[in-house]
């Protein structure tokens, strides 16, 4: 199994422009999430899926997008790059119900808006 | 709200040395608690996790963690620190909507 995977590693964009930050899991997780992590804040849920075709918001949803056609894929949109934008971005799964919550990490994309 | 505080942002010992870091929650429930760990570079792994029974859990990489219910912490041990633990810790706790609350962080150095 490869786990969680994430494309790209890094990302340079300018304000306003979009990208799509990939994100894969090949566990049958039913449950994903997505992460910024800035520094002193530790990790922040931005959007989170529990399932093909559900998806919700997390704690700072404000200018990113998520959809969940299937479940292996779970990608996250950036409508128009903001500075602010700039952090880590992390991809996460679990199954639901069978491990209490323990969540498999993906090894982070970083993006830097300029 | 639930909550994680980790009080200590930095935290510095020399190789060989006995390490506690700090983690307290905010929650009403008996909680699910966890602690991560984050090597320069990479995601999150898991070291250990509680959610009942014996409140000392044991994890990966010679770590334990102690459930202090009276107290509201979850604290990280490890008898001797070894060069490779230097990284960032995240205490975590499961929210009672299932969602992961993540504590701030707490980077360690190992000094020679």
């Known amino acids: 199994n490869a786990g969680v995977t994430q494309t790209p590693k890094f990302q340079v964009l300018k304000t306003g422009q979009s990208m799509t930050l990939q994100c894969a899991q090949d566990m049958n997780h039913e449950y994903m999430s997505w992460y910024r992590q800035d520094p002193g804040m530790g990790l922040r849920l931005i959007h989170y899926s529990v399932g093909a075709g559900i998806t919700d918001q997390g704690e700072v949803p404000n200018g990113y997008n998520v959809s969940r056609s299937t479940t292996e894929d779970f990608p996250l949109r950036l409508l128009s790059a903001a500075p602010s934008q700039t952090s880590v971005y992390f991809c996460?799964?679990?199954?639901?119900?069978?491990?209490?919550?323990?969540?498999?990490f993906g090894p982070g994309t970083r993006l830097t808006v300029l | 709200a639930q909550s994680v505080t980790q009080p200590d942002i930095h935290i510095t010992v020399s190789e060989g040395a006995s390490l506690e870091l700090r983690c307290n929650y905010s929650y009403g429930a008996t909680p699910y608690l966890f602690w991560y760990v984050q090597s320069p570079g990479q995601g999150l792994q898991l070291l250990l996790k509680?959610?009942?029974?014996?409140?000392l859990v044991q994890g990966i990489k010679g770590f334990e963690a102690e459930f202090k219910r009276s107290q509201s912490s979850f604290n990280l041990r490890k008898p001797s620190v070894h060069w490779s633990d230097a990284a960032e810790y995240f205490c975590?706790?499961?929210?009672?909507?299932?969602?992961?609350?993540f504590g701030q962080g707490t980077t360690l150095q190992v000094k020679p």
């Open positions: 996460a799964s679990t199954q639901e119900g069978a491990t209490y919550n323990e969540q498999f």
């Open positions: 509680y959610f009942s029974g014996d409140t």
């Open positions: 975590a706790v499961r929210s009672n909507t299932g969602k992961l609350i």
